[in-house]
């Protein structure tokens, strides 16, 4: 199976910096997307941190080193190390955080390690699942059934989210995996798409075959853009196909 990737980050219409951070890997089979939070310049460091740690350590460790979700929970875990580490050593930084959400492949197997409100999509049969649960009040007021998905963006308390790298030195992070296919499209992207961008949307841009990932993530950047870019946009895009294929 051949990993086809595009991304694209935009710091959107009305912040003045880009406080998102990704990781693109092919070669580890690594992607990645991090939010960070904290003030413009602790936010910056928040999500640089995690992203290159998370890069580092399953860089340095590689395919068959041990098991992969451990590898990657074990991952996620150092970066909260790290970047409490750096809250302690610079007062500056206290309060700055992360949300992390990391996609290893492994032959054809996925594994996700999450953390925030950042998110992990898949298209398969034209069908987009949702692989990852946000980790804030409103999705907990979304799985209550007292809010509608489509509401979740416009709630005055969307950005209060319950879990995060750096937020405390007890780290809880969500592991999922699963099997891919041929065909199959994955998303990492932070808040800044998913507010301005809805499901059918994304699912729409993921589901044009002629589009290489690159060219999806550019036009989901700018359709978030175009919907009022209120926040820092990051998208990567993962496609699998057979070796050889196209696009």
Same mark, same amino acid.
């Given at each position: 199976?051949?990993?086809?990737? =595009?991304?694209?980050?935009?710091? =959107?219409?009305?912040?003045?910096?880009?406080?998102?951070?990704?990781? @693109?890997?092919?070669?580890?089979?690594?992607?990645?997307?991090?939010?960070?939070? =904290?003030?413009?310049?602790?936010?910056?460091?928040?999500?640089?941190?995690?992203?290159?740690?998370?890069?580092?350590?399953?860089?340095?460790?590689?395919? &068959?080193? @041990?098991e992969p979700a451990e590898? %990657?929970?074990?991952?996620?875990?150092?970066?909260?190390?790290?970047?409490?580490?750096?809250?302690?050593? *610079?007062?500056? %930084? #206290?309060?700055?955080?992360?949300?992390?959400?990391?996609?290893?492949?492994?032959?054809?197997?996925?594994?996700?390690?999450?953390?925030?409100?950042?998110?992990?999509?898949?298209?398969? *049969?034209?069908? %987009?699942?949702?692989?990852?649960? *946000?980790?804030?009040?409103?999705?907990?007021?979304?799985?209550?059934?007292?809010? =509608?998905?489509?509401?979740?963006?416009?709630?005055?308390?969307?950005?209060?989210?319950?879990?995060?790298?750096?937020?405390?030195?007890?780290?809880?992070?969500?592991?999922?995996? &699963?099997?891919?296919?041929? &065909?199959?499209?994955?998303?990492?992207?932070?808040?800044?798409?998913?507010?301005?961008?809805?499901?059918?949307g994304i699912r729409e841009?993921?589901f044009c075959a002629q589009?290489?990932?690159? @060219?999806?993530?550019?036009?989901?950047?700018?359709?978030? #853009?175009?919907?009022?870019?209120?926040?820092?946009?990051?998208?990567?895009?993962?496609?699998?196909?057979?070796?050889?294929?196209?696009?």
């Open positions: 199976m051949e990993l086809k990737s =595009g991304s694209q980050s935009n710091q =959107g219409r009305v912040r003045t910096s880009n406080e998102d951070s990704f990781v @693109e890997n092919p070669a580890a089979g690594l992607f990645l997307v991090a939010d960070g939070m =904290g003030g413009h310049a602790a936010g910056e460091i928040a999500s640089r941190l995690a992203a290159d740690t998370v890069n580092s350590w399953v860089t340095a460790r590689g395919a &068959g080193c @041990e590898m %990657l929970r074990s991952a996620a875990v150092e970066a909260n190390n790290r970047v409490i580490e750096a809250q302690r050593h *610079d007062r500056a %930084l #206290n309060g700055m955080g992360s949300t992390l959400t990391a996609l290893l492949f492994l032959g054809q197997s996925y594994f996700i390690a999450h953390i925030g409100d950042s998110r992990a999509y898949r298209l398969r *049969d034209g069908v %987009l699942e949702q692989l990852t649960r *946000d980790h804030s009040l409103v999705w907990h007021l979304y799985e209550s059934g007292v809010l =509608g998905k489509a509401e979740l963006s416009r709630h005055p308390q969307k950005n209060l989210i319950t879990r995060s790298i750096g937020s405390n030195p007890q780290v809880d992070i969500d592991i999922e995996s &699963g099997e891919g296919r041929a &065909g199959d499209v994955y998303l990492l992207c932070s808040d800044g798409l998913t507010d301005g961008v809805p499901d059918e841009t993921l589009k290489t990932p690159q @060219e999806m993530a550019d036009s989901l950047v700018d359709a978030a #853009n175009r919907a009022g870019g209120p926040d820092n946009i990051t998208v990567v895009i993962v496609r699998l196909a057979e070796n050889g294929a196209g696009n």
